[in-house]
């Protein structure tokens, strides 16, 4: 292994680069592969594992840290370092680690129910600090591993082990939520589109800070084609909106288009009615993130309809990590840190 180099890769210029030509291969482990048959899981798997190789790291400085669930399984199945955490904590635990080892790459992998249930807070805090963790976030819209249960991006009516006469929950939108957390980084993909998943997650790790991608994962046991009309070859390009950088913002099939209306909401119209020119470019770059927050709301729960997938976000800011460790440096050269003295504060007193 060589020293640390810079890959091109700004969030990565710390972690030490690999002389070794790797494959996905490289990044697949001895381990049977435990998801149902049919499972979105799979395709997620392949195109990380494919995907992997074009960071050029050694595989002993990245980390894969999960909580509980299907989708937490994944640290077994990567041929890296990785941990099997606990309910809800992965990016708690992923953030101490980013923030005392920045030679290693730092990914997290959670489900709708571990991160936006028991692991709110620790999300919303992670994003808002931006710590330089990649976290994926499998969305089925159900609880998989206990067999079923509502989760809270289930649709509001949905018939479940645990909401028999229908959920009564309004369903959290991920990418709304990351928004509002003020996340630097927030993209949403689908799981059988290996194209645009590697895409995306390329654009992730090129990030300097929390970069939080939405995966849309189908639970073909529990909640079988939630996404399905994204699938469907003969609908997709009629319900979704492919965010790209600098260009207009239109369905795929290119009948629709976004525009901001006179109030400063967003409306979507036909592009033949008004002229290509009159459609709103993206622009993710933009550090006022009311526009994206704008186009999170867009697609309805329901049919799916007007679903923007994609880059919403990536604004430069500073990581929480590299302040800390700047500031662990200059208290270290003005000869402070004493841990004793910390401890002990100006309001101990000793008993005789």
Known sequence: MSEAVDLGFPSL???????????????????????????????????????MPELGLAKENVVWISGIGCSSRFPYYMNTFGMHSIHGRAPAIASGLAMTRPDLSVWVVTGDGDALS?????????????????????NN????????QYSPTS???????????????YPFNPVSLALGAEASFVARTIDSDRKHLTETLRAAALHQGTALV????NCNIFNDGAWDPLKDSDHRDSLTFRLVDGQPITLVDGSRGVIRESNGSLGIVEVADVGIDAILVHDAHNPDPSVAFALSRLSDSMTL???????????ARPSYDSAFQSQLALAQEAGRGD??????????????
Request: aromatic share 8%; hydrophobic share 40%; proline share 4%.
């Open 339 to 352: 841990l004793a003295a910390l401890l002990a504060g100006s309001d101990t007193w000793e008993i005789a």
């Open 141 to 148: 819209r159900i609880y998989g591993l206990t067999k079923g």
């Open 13 to 51: 210029n710390l972690v030490p680069k690999t002389d070794v030509k790797q494959s996905a291969k490289d990044f697949k482990t001895d381990q049977e592969v435990r998801w149902c048959p049919g499972c979105g899981d799979y395709a997620i798997l392949a195109g990380v594992q494919s995907f």
């Open 155 to 169: 649709e509001v009516g949905k018939v479940t082990k645990s909401t028999p006469m229908g959920s009564l929950d």
């Open 118 to 138: 028991i692991g709110g807070n620790h999300l919303i805090h992670a994003l808002r600090r931006n710590v330089n963790l990649k976290i994926l976030l499998f």
């Open 214 to 217: 939405e995966i849309y994962q």
């Open 305 to 315: 309809a007007n679903t923007p997938i994609g880059v919403f976000r990536d604004v």
